[in-house]
């Protein structure tokens, strides 16, 4: 019986399965950058300038370019940066960086010029990629959102697709005097890393898509993990990867996504739509962007198509209200599939989801 060890949190969980039973296990892979070209790149920054660096979003790859910068550093009897970062990941983060580190909460209510913001990118059904760009955009640019919003590809999720709302995020940033570090990586290592304003630092979702992409086909069953505890620690964060893998999954087809969620839904309409507060019908032309309103309209979207399963530590109510069939543990999701689909059945497990594109 095969063990595979998938992401679940902070931790991995074990799947059993039966050899029989097991299609493909499939994990994102491409060239790696060797550390001296990593280093080589980091030097456009100078690091002579009192620095205020902002984390976006916390992985390995991320850790590892701050690392580098703070080698660079102490090589040269330099200040090391400030680093600031949302609240949910400071912990997280303080704990890969050296003791002495300086970190503090990100609390400004509006982008300001003369910051580094550092962030790996990923897929994004709205924009085709999670940038720093988009991510600035999300959360300083809440009108524009809404113009991106109108001018999305359609009703369902374009990962890893050119789409032409993404211009609305390069105009928005093209307005500030910021810099980028933005990394492409999967969980070999980081794959492209590009220094410059965030409007052109996003030429690294060419190498990313390379690298990320696998034609497989369609299959009737697929389990999903994100890969890394940043990409699964909410419901809305999650079902990027529930995107990715879309299009290899059957009509009436089953995908199961495994994510802790320890920071609940993730997402204000989604929230808003289990608690009763917004129909579905207010999701094709809204009046207003509201946070994650783009999640709901894809998992609905797609849920018309194939059905969704989670294993979660969000409550069973919650994913009833949204169709989404609720699992306690891996071995519960694993026998329902066998109970519901026959003992033969071929299951493709998917261990990046995160940062893998399916075709």
């Not at 300001?112 to 300083?140: C, H, P, Q, Y």
């Not at 320890?262 to 207010?282: K, N, P």
Request: proline share 3%.
């Amino acid at each position: 019986m095969p063990e595979i060890w998938l992401n679940y949190g902070s931790t991995d969980v074990v799947l059993d399965i039966q050899a029989e039973n097991l299609g493909q296990q499939l994990a994102a892979e491409g060239k790696i950058l060797e550390d001296a070209e990593i280093n080589s790149r980091l030097d456009s920054l100078d690091l002579t300038k009192p620095l205020e660096i902002v984390v976006l979003n916390n992985s390995n790859a991320v850790q590892k370019t701050l690392l580098a910068l703070f080698a660079k550093c102490e090589q040269k009897s330099l200040r090391i940066p400030r680093i600031f970062a949302e609240k949910k990941i400071m912990d997280a983060l303080k704990n890969s960086l050296p003791e002495g580190s300086s970190i503090s909460e990100f609390e400004k209510p509006e982008l300001s010029n003369s910051l580094v913001f550092i962030g790996e990118m990923e897929f994004d059904g709205l924009f085709g990629f999670e940038s720093i760009a988009t991510r600035l955009l999300r959360k300083f640019g809440t009108e524009e959102m809404l113009l991106a919003y109108e001018k999305r590809k359609g009703e369902l999720p374009a990962p890893g697709q050119d789409v032409e709302n993404v211009s609305v995020a390069k105009q928005f940033v093209d307005k500030f005097e910021i810099f980028a570090i933005e990394i492409a990586s999967n969980s070999s290592g980081i794959v492209d890393l590009a220094i410059g304003h965030p409007s052109s630092t996003m030429s690294v979702s060419k190498p990313f898509v390379e690298s990320a992409t696998k034609e497989i086909g369609k299959h009737r069953t697929l389990f999903i993990s994100t890969g890394k505890e940043s990409s699964n620690d909410s419901l809305g964060k999650s079902l990027s990867a529930l995107w990715n893998c879309s299009e290899a999954v059957r009509n009436e087809g089953l995908a199961v996504l495994l994510a802790e969620c320890t920071h609940g839904i993730g997402s204000s309409a989604i929230q808003y739509y289990i608690e009763g507060q917004m129909s579905l019908d207010r999701l094709k032309k809204p009046a207003k962007y509201i946070n994650g309103m783009e999640t709901l309209l894809f998992l609905t979207e797609l849920q018309k198509k194939f059905q969704v399963a989670m294993v979660s530590i969000l409550p069973e109510f919650y994913l009833k209200k949204l169709n989404i069939l609720s699992f306690s543990g891996v071995a519960q999701a694993m026998n329902h599939i066998l109970k519901v689909q026959g003992a033969r059945q071929k299951v493709v497990v998917v261990s990046d989801g995160a940062r893998l594109l399916l075709r």
